[in-house]
């Protein structure tokens, strides 16, 4: 079925009676040509475009949970393309265009909005990093555009300019940066893969990886046993784990990062704002919550919750910096297990196992990976050569030191993690 206005309109007309299931709820098949273990957004989007730009259809994607129920549907919902690094830079400026063009794509409305990001900064130096950061954005294709304290204060009237110890000196304004509905992408990919005949199989765990002759030759589950010439493992958080079934060892450690959310305001804040002196970060959803979050918890864990610490130095950052948050009541907060590398870049690659793929390490950023994750990913699978974009995303690199694509600033920190 096709989404349209005209749907809405003749659906309404018949006490929308005739809406079918977004997607299909099939029985596991004893064997599939490609299996991939995790439908978070990454691992949905790679079925979708493995079908789609791939032609392959006897695809299955091996959920343990549901859909959308991991950290597809808990981050905070930025995205952006405003990296610095080479390798990383082409990467994210590839799935900031795949974005722009998602919901033609999946005929689903994952309500991007482009409603621009500002990094605020506090320093000469900070300044500097940040000019050195938005040329290299210009210089691979993107918008970025450096403000001062008086171009902040037009946009963001409401910050507090008079706090002297982190006075605010400017932002790097990225316009084509904003936020989309979480959930809605897993949902619509999922959609997307189903319309093309991937099997999406719900409360499905892998509980182990069939290996013989060093080759992979299918999964066993909670649902039976099932073979595939290719296994893809996009588990997020338990990538450690989940490669663990397969007898690797992985430079991942898992941490939890929490998300908060106020009660339903009126519209206050337009843009998506990030502190430059504390780790904070803030939205408003087009439900009028206020959405904000911070840094990890700081200790190793596979709990999907945080601890009060973390939510006191959170809230205590975005009192700093705008004080008129303090009015607002606090409705939810969640956690969500990240899968931290340790450069904190990605690995998108082949393992020594044949026919063994890897997608992991996205830390507390995959979110607005996920198109261009589940492009890349899907590219490998298929034609066993890495996409260009996503080229450096080498799982040697952490063995030989060398291709490191340390992120500071958007990635993990090795002083801290
Ligand atoms: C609080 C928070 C805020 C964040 N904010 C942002 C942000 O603003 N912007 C941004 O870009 N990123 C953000 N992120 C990061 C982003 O959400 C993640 O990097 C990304 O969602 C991870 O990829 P995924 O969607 O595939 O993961 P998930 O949705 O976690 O998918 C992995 C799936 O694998 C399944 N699985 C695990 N083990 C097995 C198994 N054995 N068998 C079968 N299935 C299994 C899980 O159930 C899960 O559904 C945030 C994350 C959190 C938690």
């Known amino acids: 079925m096709r989404y349209s206005g005209w749907q809405v309109l003749a ?54 949970g549901y859909l959308g129920g991991g950290n597809v549907g808990r981050n905070t ?20 265009k795949l974005w722009e063009g998602m919901e033609q794509e999946l005929n689903y409305n ?19 990093a940040y000019a050195r950061r938005g040329n290299a954005m210009i210089n691979q294709g993107d918008d970025a555009i450096l403000l001062d304290r008086e171009g902040v204060r037009k946009k963001l009237p409401y910050l507090d300019y008079d706090q002297t110890r982190f006075p605010i000196y400017g932002a790097l304004y990225h316009p084509r940066g904003g936020t989309a509905r979480h959930d809605a992408v897993a949902w619509g990919y999922a959609r997307g893969a189903d319309q093309y005949g991937v099997d999406l199989l719900q ?7 069939d290996v013989e002759n060093g080759k992979v030759t299918g999964v066993q589950t909670t649902r039976g046993a099932i073979r595939a010439k290719k296994v893809g493992i ?26 908060f959310v106020t009660e339903g305001l009126k519209p206050v804040i337009d843009n998506v704002i990030t502190y430059g002196m504390g780790h904070f970060y803030i939205s408003q959803s087009d439900k009028g919550g206020l959405v904000f979050g ?3 918890d700081f200790y190793a864990s ?28 606090m409705l939810r ?19 020594h196992i044949d026919g063994l793929y890897l997608n992991c390490g996205w830390c507390y950023g995959g979110f607005k990976a996920v198109p261009g994750s589940g492009y890349s990913f899907a590219h490998l699978m298929a034609t066993d050569m890495h996409h260009a974009p996503a080229a450096g995303f080498r799982l040697d690199r952490f063995a030989t030191g060398r291709g490191l694509m340390d992120e500071e600033g958007t990635g993990s920190q090795h002083n801290l993690h």
């Open 203 to 209: 409360k499905c765990e892998v509980t182990g990886i």
């Open 302 to 329: 596979y709990a999907a919750r945080g601890n009060l610490p973390m939510a006191e130095h959170v809230v205590e950052a975005g009192m700093t910096l705008m004080p008129m948050i303090g009015k607002a009541r």
């Open 11 to 64: 659906q309404g007309l018949m006490g929308n009676k005739g809406w079918k299931p977004a997607w299909r709820d099939p029985a596991p098949k004893p064997e599939y040509d490609i299996v991939i273990i995790g439908g978070g957004g990454h691992g949905l989007a790679t079925a979708f475009y493995l079908a789609k730009e791939h032609g392959l259809r006897n695809i299955a994607v091996l959920e343990k």
């Open 234 to 259: 996009v588990v997020a958080g338990r990538s450690g784990q989940v490669a663990a079934l397969a007898g690797m060892r992985l430079p991942i450690e898992s941490h939890i990062l929490q998300a």
């Open 294 to 296: 911070g840094d990890l």
């Open 110 to 128: 994952v309500m991007h909005s482009q409603r621009g990001v500002l990094n605020l900064f506090h320093s000469d130096g900070q300044r500097d």
């Open 333 to 351: 907060s969640w956690g969500g297990i990240m899968d931290m590398s340790p450069d904190g870049s990605p690995i998108i690659d082949k393992t």
């Open 77 to 96: 919902t930025i995205v952006r393309a405003n990296y610095a690094l080479p390798g990383n830079s082409e990467f994210y400026s590839h799935s900031l």
